[in-house]
């Protein structure tokens, strides 16, 4: 979204535009990039968004509406909101910034740079995991290290895993056909997924995946790009576990670890790969899907049992036998003040299984 903004700015700055409205369909983190970018550039930028209603995160609403740009929330899903951004920007003088845009792309590619270089550039035994949305990150990453490859900077490509949640899977199902030329994409009717952002049934960049899937294992001489598909119940049990080992993964996140679990299951991956997971958002932006799973109340049709060993919720200590306890307002002195103390401890130190120094 950077370089986007930094190409409308440019061309605003060399007097070739004026006025701009820049325009995307999100699930919410593209419209919160977005708005942020266009914020810095007003008055000559303007922002407007459109979001599935009732398909953000409140914590995803905020930051467009912080950032000061027109939010129109229209019914159904990313799906139905990209066809009518697309339809404003073929019939209006906007700015599309979804990743249908080449300004998106370029600036996505960097990722594969900066992978790239962090490894010395010896990507030989590296392998991407990308969730799939709109497919504009996993294209990307394939372009930027096939121009790294084919500029002499790196001498291999690393393997990518695209993943794909079974509620929102037609990159998956149009790659289990192992004959290319039998091959037929069907966009499919998504269903709730707590990886919001890749719930998406007809990905706009679906003809430059099939484009740059074929250029790149062509490139290899062998197949480098995989596919695989994973439950929702998988998707929330390894965004928790990678946060108990401390990341701060998103639910996209979790659907990448999931996807590198069924990569190893399938036999993708080689022992010594290194493995670099993409987690698109912080986690405090889906932080309603954990409460829902610590909650044990995750609607039906995500298909989410919690596992009891992952779930963790807070422990009320009240002492029954205190007759005075603070409050706001009302604190507690002198003696009943020593006893609360005293007898929270205790509480606290039975629970927790502690020794006495």
């Avoid at 930094?6 to 060399?14: A, L, T, V």
């Avoid at 290290?145 to 199902?173: C, D, M, W």
Wanted: contains cysteine; aromatic residues 8%.
């Amino acid at each position: 979204m950077a370089s986007a903004l930094s190409y409308i700015n440019f061309m605003i700055q060399k007097g070739y535009l004026s006025d701009v409205l820049t325009i995307c369909a999100s699930t919410g983190d593209t419209s919160a990039s977005a708005a942020l970018y266009a914020s810095y550039l007003q008055p000559q930028v303007k922002s407007a968004v459109l979001l599935p209603r009732k398909k953000v995160t409140p914590q995803q609403l905020s930051q467009p509406l912080g950032s000061g740009a027109a939010v129109f929330e229209i019914p159904g899903v990313f799906d139905d909101c990209m066809k009518v951004v697309e339809a404003l920007s073929e019939n209006y003088n906007v700015a599309l910034l979804n990743s249908k845009n080449a300004w998106r792309i370029l600036g996505q590619e960097s990722y594969s740079y900066e992978i790239a270089q962090d490894l010395e550039y010896d990507v030989s035994k590296t392998v991407v995991v990308l969730p799939i949305g709109n497919a504009g990150n996993i294209t990307a990453v394939m372009s930027g290290f096939l121009k790294f490859y084919e500029t002499g900077i790196i001498s291999a490509l690393p393997k990518i895993i695209g993943v794909q949640s079974e509620h929102a899977n037609p990159v998956y199902r149009y790659y289990l056909e192992p004959d290319a030329d039998k091959r037929k994409f069907e966009p499919v009717t998504v269903k709730s997924s707590v990886a919001q952002a890749a719930m998406i049934g007809n990905p706009v960049s679906m003809p430059r995946v099939i484009h740059l899937v074929k250029q790149y294992n062509e490139s290899a001489d062998r197949r480098m790009v995989f596919f695989v598909e994973v439950s929702e119940q998988n998707i929330m049990d390894c965004e928790i576990v990678a946060n108990r080992n401390g990341h701060i993964a998103c639910t996209h996140g979790g659907e990448c670890l999931a996807g590198l679990l069924m990569a190893k299951e399938r036999g993708i991956l080689d022992g010594q790969d290194i493995a670099i997971l993409d987690s698109t958002a912080h986690a405090l932006k889906f932080a309603g899907f954990q409460e829902m799973y610590f909650a044990q109340q995750f609607p039906p049709d995500y298909n989410i049992s919690p596992n009891p060993d992952l779930i963790n919720t807070p422990v009320y200590i009240y002492p029954q036998d205190l007759d005075k306890v603070p409050a706001p307002g009302k604190p507690l002195s002198g003696e009943d003040f020593k006893r609360f103390v005293t007898r929270v401890a205790k509480e606290i130190a039975t629970k927790l299984d502690l020794e006495k120094a």
